[in-house]
């Protein structure tokens, strides 16, 4: 498996780049911050960036936890990954990560000031330094619930002079408030979840209508209320389940948001 690493200081738009980096120099995987991404899906890890701590973090993307090793070893194996872009703030740490990892020496490294401008990386650190924004190279639905609670939102650009470059790099990103920020949390809008969670019901056959939606926050997730109409004749418990199911599954998926209860009551059941 060739190796190969992709390195700049903390902040500087590593992780946004990524995706173009690794595409124009044939890297079918990357990892990043405790994560190995391949064709924008995590496939394994989990992420850095939801420690308690920095230091935590620091030891985390490291791969210093020889399970987390050992993770990452399998599923490479399992991947049949040709080519790895190690992401890091130094030689130092691409290399120990390498070593980590079981993987061979590092054959090629990407500097960031190779693929950004000095204004570009300004701009990069100032996201990260003055607004704590952290950038993840795969789409919003991949983060899953790591993250609930810090989520902030989707990112295609946010820097319009790269929107003539490769264009298959314009894969989702998401940005991140870690846990040990500590500027605030960000929260989806209501009206994503209402529309995600009418989405996914509206695909049980047995569902008529749905009549009205409430959507309730609380600290450790959001309850749903869903008055609906249903089939006469279907068998109510188990279509109320598969709704249930469907909307909190697909909402937990897609936003990365708890859903703690979907509560169904059913106004009418029509022929």
Not at 60 to 71: E, G, I, N, V, W
Not at 96 to 117: C, F, H, L, P, S
Not at 147 to 159: A, D, I, M, N, V
Not at 251 to 270: A, F, G, M, P, Q
């Amino acid at each position: 498996m060739k190796v190969i690493a992709f390195v700049g200081p903390s902040g500087t738009g590593k992780s946004y780049r990524s995706v173009m980096v690794s595409q124009k120099y044939g890297a079918d995987a990357i990892i990043d911050d405790g994560l190995l991404i391949s064709h924008g899906k995590v496939i394994a890890g989990t992420s850095a960036k939801k420690e308690p701590t920095k230091i935590a973090s620091v030891k985390h993307a490291l791969f210093m936890r020889s399970y987390q090793a050992a993770d990452i070893k399998r599923s490479l194996k399992k991947h049949n990954i040709k080519c790895l872009m190690i992401l890091g703030t130094s030689d130092g740490m691409v290399d120990k990560i390498a070593r980590n990892i079981g993987v061979g020496k590092i054959e090629y490294t990407i500097r960031i000031e190779d693929v950004a401008t000095d204004d570009e990386i300004k701009m990069a650190k100032r996201m990260r330094t003055v607004e704590g924004k952290h950038v993840i190279p795969v789409p919003t639905f991949e983060i899953k619930k790591d993250f609930s609670g810090y989520f902030l939102h989707p990112l295609r650009r946010f820097q319009k002079n790269l929107d003539t470059e490769i264009a298959s790099a314009e894969a989702d990103k998401s940005i991140v408030r870690p846990t040990f920020s500590y500027m605030g949390d960000y929260v989806i809008s209501d009206r994503v979840i209402d529309a995600v969670a009418i989405y996914e019901a509206e695909k049980i056959r047995e569902l008529i209508k749905i009549q009205n939606i409430n959507l309730r926050k609380t600290g450790h997730g959001v309850h749903i209320d869903m008055t609906v109409i249903l089939e006469y004749g279907c068998n109510i418990f188990d279509v109320c389940r598969k709704i249930q199911l469907e909307v909190k599954d697909n909402i937990e998926c897609y936003t990365s948001v708890n859903v703690r209860r979907v509560n169904i009551l059913i106004k009418n059941l029509v022929n």
